[in-house]
């Protein structure tokens, strides 16, 4: 069975410091791992997503990710956070060796950026 | 390039009456459709997806069901609607490719209270 948790319901950090959204996951096969956010009222937007191959994956909005196998985890990151980070993340999994076209998302976490 | 429509964008119905929700797609052929709905802003639940015209798998028992009557349509559908059926519903697309992860892409939303 696949699952995924994001452990901190919300995240703030103050504008141009280092932003981190944790998140962990649990499936059988290999992982596809993959960040959206959500503003107010709006459907998910896609970030970014690990396949295969580097461990350090780079997305839209300057986001990055980082798949560590050993600690089952995938967490978001950007250097310098702006006031327009402000949004819902969520982390989302599919297991490789899953035949159902659907991913799980984790329960979403509110990251908010003060001027 | 591919685009998901979703109406209507808000919905206000009493309880006990019917309700059909609308997605199309754009810009592709034979794509995985998803619904999610998602309460309190918070985490997404998986309602029901398709693979294909006619292929409806239902994740969660409950009094919604979903129809592909077309391709790139998606309805989602009740005969008598509860009070907990008040949600943000959000449709998404992904292809179907072997391998890549199958990277969703959601609609804009419908917003439905049901008093």
């Known amino acids: 069975a696949q699952s995924v948790a994001q452990p901190e319901d919300q995240v703030n950090v103050a504008e141009g410091n280092p932003l981190t959204v944790k998140c962990t996951y649990s499936?059988?096969?290999?992982?596809?791992l993959f960040w959206y956010v959500q503003y107010p009222n709006r459907g998910l937007q896609f970030l970014l997503k690990y396949i295969t191959g580097d461990n350090l994956v780079k997305g839209s909005y300057g986001f990055e990710a980082e798949f560590n196998k050993s600690q089952t985890s995938f967490h978001l990151k950007k250097p310098s956070a702006l006031v327009s980070d402000s949004a819902l993340y969520f982390c989302?999994?599919?297991?490789?060796?899953?035949?159902?076209?659907?991913?799980?998302f984790g329960s979403g976490t509110r990251l908010s950026i003060r001027p | 390039s591919q685009t998901i429509h979703q109406w209507p964008a808000t919905l206000v119905q009493p309880v006990g009456s019917p309700l059909s929700l609308e997605c199309t797609v754009e810009?592709?052929?034979?794509?995985?459709l998803y619904w999610y709905r998602q309460a309190a802003g918070r985490g997404l639940q998986l309602l029901f997806y398709?693979?294909?015209?006619?292929?409806i798998s239902s994740e969660v028992p409950q009094n919604l069901s979903a129809s592909r009557p077309q391709d790139r349509q998606f309805i989602l559908s009740s005969k008598k609607l509860l009070l907990s059926d008040s949600g943000f519903y959000l449709c998404?697309?992904?292809?179907?490719?072997f391998g890549t992860g199958e990277t969703q892409y959601f609609g804009p939303g419908t917003r439905l209270l049901v008093l």
């Open positions: 398709s693979v294909g015209i006619g292929q």
């Open positions: 998404a697309w992904s292809l179907q490719l």
């Open positions: 989302a999994v599919r297991d490789s060796y899953s035949s159902a076209s659907k991913i799980i």
């Open positions: 499936v059988s096969g290999n992982p596809y």
């Open positions: 810009g592709t052929s034979n794509p995985n």
